[in-house]
């Protein structure tokens, strides 16, 4: 694993205008316009993340954004307080140098620390499954629900990933996350 400088755990509203444009800067590398125009998912409703992890390199750049949801969801008809894990970025420059999964395991801690987080969840394409894997995560087999604006619907877009908080992720069975997926 290549060093960074730095990791930070903050939440996104406290952000300066210097650390959202390190953000925005990213989010331009990792899905340049013509991508993100053409992009199957930009017509669904995201839910905003909350709480963020940067992983800044040793020139002072921003290498790579995990973004963090808490949500009060339900899982299998009982009460669940689940960890969202969403818009993970890293740029293409520094991929494969471990920033991610890094600011991943951040993410992680941060929901340890939390209270009553049962599990944590993402979402993602076919294709990170197997990274997803390498770093403890589990893939849901049962049904994801989601709001999409307003109304019940269920989560078919990507895959969806589970990781034990407090409790087991669970493998089967019905989630509900009561709001926008992330």
């Given at each position: 694993m290549v060093e960074s400088a730095g990791i930070s755990l903050d939440r996104v509203a406290?952000?300066?205008?210097i650390d959202r444009a390190a953000?925005?800067?990213l989010s331009l590398a990792v899905y340049p316009p013509e991508a993100a125009a053409t992009w199957p998912g930009r017509h669904l409703e995201w839910a905003k993340v909350e709480w963020c992890?940067?992983?800044?390199?040793?020139?002072?750049?921003?290498?790579?954004y995990t973004g963090i949801i808490?949500?009060?969801?339900?899982c299998d008809g009982r009460p669940a307080r689940v960890g969202g894990i969403g818009g993970v970025m890293t740029h293409p420059a520094a991929r494969?140098?471990?920033?991610?999964?890094?600011?991943?395991?951040r993410a992680m801690d941060f929901f340890r620390e939390q209270r009553g987080v049962a599990f944590a969840l993402l979402v993602c394409e076919p294709g990170l499954l197997g990274y997803y894997g390498r770093l403890g995560w589990l893939e849901?087999?049962?049904q994801?629900?989601?709001?999409?604006?307003?109304e019940s619907?269920?989560?078919?877009?990507?895959r969806v990933m589970v990781h034990d908080v407090e409790a087991a992720g669970p493998t089967s069975g019905s989630i509900d996350l009561m709001g926008p997926p992330w």
């Open positions: 406290d952000l300066s205008d953000v925005r800067a992890v940067c992983v800044w390199g040793i020139e002072g750049d921003l290498v790579s808490l949500r009060q969801a339900s494969g140098h471990g920033h991610a999964s890094r600011g991943i395991r849901f087999h049962g994801l629900q989601v709001r999409q604006h307003g619907a269920g989560f078919t877009f990507n």
